[in-house]
């Protein structure tokens, strides 16, 4: 993954971990491979104090670990490392849309449904980047609704081992999204919470199986 433009801005250390964390799953930054601070900070043009924090988070996260007078290196990311926050995520988000379902105004529900209508029209269109920013707002706008903070912000953490951009380019996964999607809007439309719930863990336990193939032809996932 090349290097973005970084500028001066609160969220830069958030940036430099975003950075970090596709590059481990893309295979930029390999098991066993050293991230090196002064490096990272001179490719990036930024001083070494948002980088040494963002290598920090990616440590608390399970993704690197800091070895003395060594640096950071990346860790082995494993098959029942991505089914494990795949089950934590299906938890979670079949929570909430459950949630959503009883507290929902239709306000929001008519917004959805028209994220969704320009989704699918991204996705003829071939437009992964654009996709990738509607999946997360109709994801994101029944989190919201749910009234659950704490959940919600539980489920944004583990969103960032679900490398929202893989998906677009998955065969099939763009019109299994869709139907699930459409499944999902008619439970929260019905104010059917057993149905949101399910139809909400379903969709992110499909999920799972296209971003283990992805890391397994990239070489990433190691071997159990």
Same mark, same amino acid.
């Given at each position: 993954? &090349? ?6 801005r609160?969220?830069?250390?958030? $940036? ?64 029942? $490392?991505?089914?494990?926050? !795949? @089950? ?16 929902? %105004?239709?306000?929001?529900? %008519?917004?959805? !449904?028209?994220?969704? @209508?320009?989704?699918? $029209?991204?996705?003829?269109? @071939? %437009? ?6 509607l999946?997360? @707002? ?9 009234? &659950? ?27 299994? &999204? ?13 104010? $059917? ?30 071997d159990?």
């Amino acid at each position: 993954m &090349s290097a973005p433009q970084f500028g001066p801005r609160p969220q830069l250390a958030a $940036d430099v971990a975003r950075l970090i964390r596709a590059r481990i799953f893309d295979g930029g930054y390999r098991s066993g491979g050293y991230i090196r601070l002064d490096q990272l900070a001179a490719e990036l043009g930024i001083s070494v104090t948002p980088v040494r924090e963002a290598l920090f988070r990616l440590c608390a996260e399970g993704l690197l670990t800091q070895r003395p007078h060594r640096g950071f290196m990346v860790a082995p990311v494993t098959a029942r $490392d991505i089914a494990d926050v !795949a @089950d934590v995520q299906a938890y979670i988000g079949g929570e909430l849309a459950g949630r959503a379902a009883e507290l929902i %105004d239709e306000t929001e529900l %008519d917004r959805l !449904a028209q994220v969704q @209508d320009r989704l699918e $029209d991204a996705y003829l269109a @071939d %437009d992964p980047e654009l996709a990738v920013t509607l999946n997360h @707002d109709f994801h994101r706008g029944i989190n919201r609704a749910a009234q &659950s903070p704490k959940l919600a912000q539980l489920m944004s953490q583990t969103t960032r081992y679900a490398l929202e951009s893989v998906y677009p380019t998955v065969a099939g996964w763009p019109e299994q &999204s869709n139907h699930d999607h459409r499944r999902v809007l008619a439970a929260l439309r019905g104010r $059917d919470p057993q149905a949101a719930r399910t139809a909400m863990n379903e969709h992110l336990c499909a999920a799972v199986h296209p971003l283990l193939e992805h890391l397994q032809r990239t070489g990433v996932l190691e071997d159990q």
